[in-house]
């Protein structure tokens, strides 16, 4: 077996297994829902980013938690690419110091940049969990996050994280459907 044959194996293992990182998809698309009400709910455009940054932040605990529900792991320690993953996902953390930037100096672009940022960080996992759908939908998500943002009022913002929650709820069904196909 070759190395590129081991490393396929891995990336299926990690996709049948993980169910294609449904988890985090949901919770990201839960996560979505909740900075929308946010942004229905109330007009402080300081506070409702301070929020919307604290339930973005939860996503791997809502994850987690989801996993217990599901049956679905969290992880895959035994899967040396599973840690792959993680990097792809720790990646976005390079982000914060710029979105600090945003939120004391241009709040009301802070939840564009969220979007953006969540959005094209899954380019990356389409070729962890050997889907094309990660790469689609990152460029799906960008481009719709910057049309919202360009046609829309500012007092429309909460058309961003509804979006996100309406994107990230497509590509679960899509990732889901796609992983029972896998077996």
């Given at each position: ?145 910057f049309l919202i943002k360009l046609l829309l009022p500012f007092e429309m913002i909460y ?25």
């Amino acid at each position: 077996m070759t190395i590129k044959d081991t490393i396929d194996e891995l990336r299926s293992d990690l996709s049948i297994k993980m169910k294609n990182g449904i988890l985090f998809i949901i919770a990201g698309s839960v996560s979505w829902l909740v900075m929308m009400l946010i942004w229905l709910l109330n007009k402080d455009v300081f506070m409702n980013n301070l929020f919307s940054v604290i339930v973005g932040g939860m996503v791997s605990t809502f994850a987690y938690f989801l996993s217990r529900l599901t049956k679905i792991p969290f992880s895959a320690p035994e899967n040396h690419l599973g840690i792959l993953g993680l990097i792809l996902n720790l990646s976005s953390l390079f982000y914060i110091p710029f979105n600090f930037l945003l939120l004391f100096f241009v709040p009301e672009y802070l939840i564009t940049s969220l979007a953006t940022i969540t959005g094209a960080h899954f380019f990356g996992y389409f070729w962890l969990y050997k889907t094309v759908w990660y790469a689609v939908f990152a460029g799906v998500i960008v481009i719709g996050v910057f049309l919202i943002k360009l046609l829309l009022p500012f007092e429309m913002i909460y058309m961003i994280p509804l979006f996100m929650f309406l994107a990230l709820g497509v590509l679960s069904i899509i990732l889901y459907k796609e992983s029972k196909n896998k077996r």
